[in-house]
């Protein structure tokens, strides 16, 4: 598990910050705005990180569980029609790329925010001046990557679960 940081001015040092540096510039608004910066990447790193366990889990254990439990159900009673037997099928697809896309949605935001905080800790070890462009540049790289994959991963969600309530509702009504 990730480990969340507090950024003193000893915990800084995590992006290799000397010391004489860190207690030569803790009043600069500069240093300031980038260690709050800082701290805020790593912040969403961390959540990332536990989101990344939390969600997969739980849509992994959702859908997939619930709709091999019905359609088990539904197959041992003889309840599903003959020419239907494929739906199953599409249905854990649709479940299992929502999984895998909600993944890499959240490892490469952690990805993007990683990249962030290093470019805040090398600005901050090279006492640069803050430059928010020129961090935001770093994060919004991969920014329309992860709207595309932000779209998609509810789309797979609602069409495994539209599937599922739609072949469970045929196998129902047809029997």
């Known amino acids: 598990m990730s480990k969340k940081r507090h950024l003193d001015t000893k915990q800084i040092n995590i992006v290799n910050v000397h010391p004489s540096q860190d207690s030569n510039v803790t009043e600069d608004p500069n240093y300031n705005l980038l260690k709050e ?11 990332s990180s536990t989101l990344i366990e ?12 619930l709709s091999l439990t019905v ?23 649709y479940f299992t790329i929502c999984i895998i896309l909600h993944y890499w949605s959240h490892f490469v935001s952690r ?5 962030t905080r290093d470019k805040i800790g090398k600005m901050i070890r090279e006492a640069e001046n803050y430059d ?5 540049s770093v994060a919004n790289k ?8 932000n779209i998609l991963t509810p789309t797979f969600l609602m069409l495994g679960v539209i599937g599922l309530i739609s072949f469970t509702s045929v196998c129902i009504l047809t029997h």
């Open 37 to 47: 910066d800082f701290k805020s990447k790593q912040d969403t790193v961390d959540e």
């Open 54 to 65: 939390n969600r997969t889990y739980e849509i992994a254990s959702g859908g997939l569980a």
């Open 71 to 93: 359609l088990s159900y539904l197959d041992t009673k003889g309840r599903v029609p003959e020419g239907w037997r494929w739906m199953p099928i599409v249905i854990w697809i």
């Open 111 to 115: 990805r993007s925010a990683e990249r």
């Open 132 to 136: 928010d462009e020129r961090i935001n």
């Open 142 to 149: 991969e920014e329309r990557f992860l709207r595309v994959i």
